[in-house]
Nanobody
């Protein structure tokens, strides 16, 4: 069973920054490196949507609404997936989930991000 633990969410003002982290505390590095990873978010009343993904080879993709403001990265030595979020907007509010996938998909429990205008 893959355990993913998110942190870093909170309440901020528009224009401020947050960095989300997703740890895999029970995973050894070689297994961590095999996974593709991503961040999704779920806004109130809306479906979960992709925010950013990073393949095991390091190829990144950011959704158009966050492109240029958010950056996904991974640290294999620490076994952490990050999402740096700058210039936050009210519409970025939601629960953010990290996910790892290979043959199966694993999800974290989610962390709340609230941006006030």
């Amino acid at each position: 069973q893959v355990q993913l633990v998110e942190s870093g969410g909170g309440l901020v003002q528009a224009g401020q920054s947050l960095r989300l982290s997703c740890r895999a505390p029970r995973m050894i590095t070689s297994v961590f490196n095999r996974y593709h990873m991503g961040w999704y978010r779920e806004a109130p009343g809306k479906q979960r949507e992709m925010v950013a993904t990073i393949t095991r080879d390091g190829t990144k993709e950011h959704a158009e609404p966050v492109n240029g403001r958010f950056t996904i990265s991974r640290d294999s030595s620490r076994k952490i997936l990050y999402l740096q979020m700058n210039s936050l907007k009210v519409e970025d509010t939601g629960v953010y989930y990290c996910t790892f996938w290979d043959q199966k998909n694993y999800w974290g429990q989610g962390t709340q991000v609230t941006v006030q205008g």
